[in-house]
T-cell receptor, first 113, second 111 residues
Framework: QKEVEQDPGPLSVPEGAIVSLNCTYS??????FMWYRQYSRKGPELLMY????GNKEDGRFTAQVDKSSKYISLFIRDSQPSDSATYLC?????????????FGRGTSLIVHP | AAGVIQSPRHLIKEKRETATLKCYPI?????VYWYQQGPGQDPQFLIS???????DKGSIPDRFSAQQFSDYHSELNMSSLELGDSALYFC??????????FGPGTRLTVT
């Protein structure tokens, strides 16, 4: 079992929908949580970076971390066709373990007009 | 804003040849990472440097080596290339406790 589990999808939604992307993890030492967007054959782009539990909002994106459940989410409001990409979660332990991010497999998102 | 620069963007090599990938991290970032990503796979961590010293090692084959130079650029050296080494190779950089910013990648094809 991977340390970070992520449903590969694909997840197909209509334009304007609210998208929910999720990851679960097993390592309780993780305390830094990241979401990346990756277009085909491009480098991952850092969307959100959070520390410990709680919510963080940036424009149409909201990241949630629930450390008690070892569960993180990324919400995308008013989704656009340009949001179609693979979304990767990543996490690291930091000073309590390693700073190296461990990635999930990524969820493929398709937003259709 | 400046991003991570990688060169070359595409590289075609034959089996048993060597390849050198270069990375120029974002200025003032103290940590450099190298990742390998196969088709449909998540990025696999290879090696990292903190303040130009090797800090962590992941699933990097013994045929690969990397270093970071005094000007902060890094190189990934790959020898005795195998077909299975064909992948996207990403360099990323960050401040120690921040999320890494990735470069555009080098697509290596081994024939």
């Amino acid at each position: 079992q991977k340390e970070v589990e992520q449903d590969p999808g694909p997840l197909s939604v209509p334009e304007g929908a609210i998208v929910s992307l999720n990851c679960t993890y097993s390592n309780s030492a993780f305390q830094y949580f990241m979401w990346y967007r990756q277009y085909s054959r491009k480098g991952p782009e850092l969307l959100m970076y959070t520390y410990s539990s709680g919510n963080k909002e940036d424009g149409r994106f909201t990241a949630q971390v629930d450390k008690s459940s070892k569960y993180i989410s990324l919400f995308i409001r008013d989704s656009q066709p340009s949001d179609s990409a693979t979304y990767l979660c990543a996490m690291s332990a930091g000073s309590g373990g390693s700073y190296i991010p461990t990635f999930g497999r990524g969820t493929s998102l398709i937003v259709h007009p | 804003a400046a991003g991570v620069i990688q060169s070359p963007r595409h590289l075609i090599k034959e089996k048993r040849e060597t390849a050198t990938l270069k990375c120029y991290p974002i200025p003032r970032h103290d940590t450099v990472y190298w990742y390998q990503q196969g088709p449909g796979q998540d990025p696999q961590f290879l090696i990292s440097f903190y303040e130009k010293m090797q800090s962590d090692k992941g699933s990097i084959p013994d045929r690969f080596s990397a270093q970071q130079f005094s000007d902060y650029h890094s190189e990934l050296n790959m020898s005795s290339l195998e077909l299975g080494d064909s992948a996207l190779y990403f360099c990323a950089s960050s401040l120690r406790t921040a999320g890494p910013s990735f470069g555009p990648g080098t697509r290596l094809t081994v024939t």
